[in-house]
Each structure stands twice: as structure tokens, then as C-alpha cells.
């Protein structure tokens, strides 16, 4: 048995695509290790999204390369910068590393690295599919309460400052039937909630059955008791889904809808497909239909030419909206990408810092009011871990609308439902007591 460390960086899709890896070699001569130093083989699954997300990768594979001295090791690396590194390879053969794995070609992982060791020569396989899902593997997970599972792959929206399209290729679903049976087996491993994953994840489509269809399928699996999603695009909410969301308890009430930008010149140079009133329009809408619903959203500051009236813009929905939390970015030029091609990255670093901290303080104003409105109410967590980052005397679990909630610990453990009275809250989490433990 040949040992394998693998760490992942990115999304959530990493994560999955982690696990299906994990799958993959243990199923031939490969056991996996928590430690680096154990390993003779080490997997970075990576992410290109921004270019401090590249940059981390590197300077993991030359602490590895360091930290190993002159002990043998094979370094692989997988995910979004595969392509990338394949390219690096190609000019520079002396780069520490030893083969490289794009995300549609793990099953072939295997036997790359059977190259690697064989005839002692650098592989790559870093070619996208249009067809797969890895529908046949069931990947190998951690446990717990949360099973991320990916029903479709790939992104064909183009955002134009976005590499994950050139990256991950295609958009693709998989069928209802491979999704619910492995929804079913992980309901008789015990887990209760499930996250179906998605570039576009509201794009689902499948021989006439679209993501309500899915959604609706789903909940009818015994033992899983909460469905996330993410991330949906606004493009996608047609009617039946908003009604599947709103009207079926066991889909939570969270949706995580990027706005990246709130000026309509800037969202058209982004290709987003919407306008800042087609975005309210939209939130307005979810909100009137879906009550106690929680927003979270994905922000970029200094989009190129991106003007201070036009970030005013941003400003502007993000204090009408009110998101209940938001994941803020400056702009980073990805290669490759139609913004790379067509608009120089022109928005002094400077402005972009300005910008992304204002914003902060504003959404961390409004994150706190909106949990502290949360005092006093009665909700239900599904308790994650038996501590919390900061002590072992409190657990952790998350509401409905996937706010992280921290409570004493007692007479009941991870996997369970109860019921918990919020009594204080920072801009991050809800805290209070437990005054009942449900029984499902
Ligand atoms: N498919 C998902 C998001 C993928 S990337 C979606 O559409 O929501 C996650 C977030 O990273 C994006 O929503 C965007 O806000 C940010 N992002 C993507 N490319 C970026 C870039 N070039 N610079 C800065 N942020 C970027
Ligand atoms: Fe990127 Fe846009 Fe696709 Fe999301 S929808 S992955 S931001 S191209
Ligand atoms: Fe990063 Fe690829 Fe996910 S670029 S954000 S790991 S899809």
C-alpha cells in the first residue's frame, strides 16, 4: 500500500471532487494519511479562481519539495490549475513537480501515476469532457453531518472575468436517478443533510427534468432531513422553483445569489445577463414568497474602468438588499478569460482596497443587525461538531438559513435537531441555549 496526502484548496466542487479521488486510489494500491510527512505521494487539489489562490499552490509545492529534502516523493497536482501547470511543466521541465490531473480526468489517475513511477518521465492528462460526471464513483467522504454531492459540472455562462468555464469545461448533469441513489445510500450512512453542488447549480438539466424536478426528488429521500444548494445564477429562478424552495420543508431557506457587481455598464461588461433592477426584482420577489429567507452573495470591486460612481452603485444594493453575509473580492485577472483579452486591469490596487474594506465595514454593519434581530427567537439547528473553534465546552450547528449557531454543550450530539434560543449574536454567529432536542 503506497501512501497518499491530499489537500484541497477552493469550493465546495474541490471538496467532492477530493472525495471522489480518495475513491478512486483506494480502490487500487493507495490508503491515504492525514500527515505530509507520512506520504510518498502528495495531491494538491487546486484552485485558480484568483491569482493568491495560484499563488498559495506554488508556494505549497516548494515548502513540500523543501520540507522532504531529499526524501522520495511524488507531487501531482489536480483541479483548476491543471492546465496551467501543464503549460509550466512544458516550458520548464525542473518545476518539483510530477504529474498533473485535470478535473475530468481522475479515473485516470491511477494509471498516471503508474507512468510517474514506471518509466520515471513527467504525466498529464488535463483533457475536459463533455460527458463526465463520475456518476459510477461513490466518493469516499469524511462523515458527518453535511454530504456535498456535484449534480452537474462545468459552466457555460462565460462571466468574462471568470477562468472556471476554461477550467472545468462544459456544462453537464447527471441523471435524477444517479443523484437520488447515492442521496439514498448516504440517508443509511446517517448523514441528514445534503448540499447538491453546481457552478451554475439552477441550470440542472436533464432529459426534461430541471432543478425544481430534482429539488422535489430529493425530498422525498427518508433520512435527510435539510437540502442546501449552491450556487445558483439569477438567470435561473423560474417560478416552480421559487415554489419548491418556499413550499418544501425540507429545502432550506438559504440562497447564496452572487450579485458581483450593482452597476448595470459593469454587469453588462461582465456578461451577468442581469441589470441592478432585475437583481432586486428578483430578491424582492424570493423574499415576498419565501419568508425568514436568508441572502448571502459573492461581490467583485474594481471590475475594470470600474469608476467610484459605478462602485457607489454596488454600495447602493448591498445596503438596500441587506444581505445576510457576503463574501466581498477585488478583481484579479485570470489568463485566458474574455475581461483578460479585452479590458486591461486598470483599477490601481489602491482603489480596490479602499473599496473592499468600505464595503466590509458596510456589510458587517448589516450583518450584525440582521443576527442580532435574530435575539429572542426559537430555531433549529442540526448540531455539526461536539466544540467550536474557540472551546470545548460549547457545540456548533448551523440554522435553517445556515447561520452558524453556538450553544452549551449537553445530553445530545452531532447528527441531532434541537431546538435553540438565540440570546446573543455577533456579525458571524448566533449564540444561545438549547430548550429542546427534536426527535428526527
Ligand atoms: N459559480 C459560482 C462562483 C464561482 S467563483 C457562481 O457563479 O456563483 C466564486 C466567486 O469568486 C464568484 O462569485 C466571484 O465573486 C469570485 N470571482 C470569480 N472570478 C474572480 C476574479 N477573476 N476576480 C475576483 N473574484 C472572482
Ligand atoms: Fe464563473 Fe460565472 Fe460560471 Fe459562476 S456562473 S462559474 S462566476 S462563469
Ligand atoms: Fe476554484 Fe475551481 Fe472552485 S477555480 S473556486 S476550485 S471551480
Redesign the pocket.
Known sequence: MKKVYIET???Q??EYDTELVRAILTKEKYEFTSSPEDAEIILLN????REN?NRKVYGRIHKIRSEKGKERVLIGVL??MATNFRQDLLKDPNLPIDFVVGPDSYKRLPNLIREVEEEGKKAFDVTLSEFETYSDVYPLREGGVNAWIAVMRGCDNFCTFC??PY??GRERSRSPESVLEEIRRLAQEGFRQVTLLG?NVNSYRYEGKDFADLLEMVSKVDGIERIRFTSPHPKDFPERLIEVIAENPKVCKHIHLPLQAGNDRILDLMNRTYTQKEFLELVEKLRDRIPGLVLTTDIIVGFPTETDEEFEDTVKVVREVEFDSAFIFKYSERPKTIAARKYPDDVPEEVKTERIVRLNEIQKEISLKKNRAHIGEVHEVLIEEERTKKSDQDYQGRNDGNKIVIFPKGNYGRGQFVEVKIEDATANVLKGRVIKVLEK
Do not use: I, K, L, P
Open positions: 484548496f477552493g469550493c466542487m474541490n487546486t484552485c485558480s479562481v489562490a483541479g483548476c477562468v472556471v477550467t472545468r457552478q
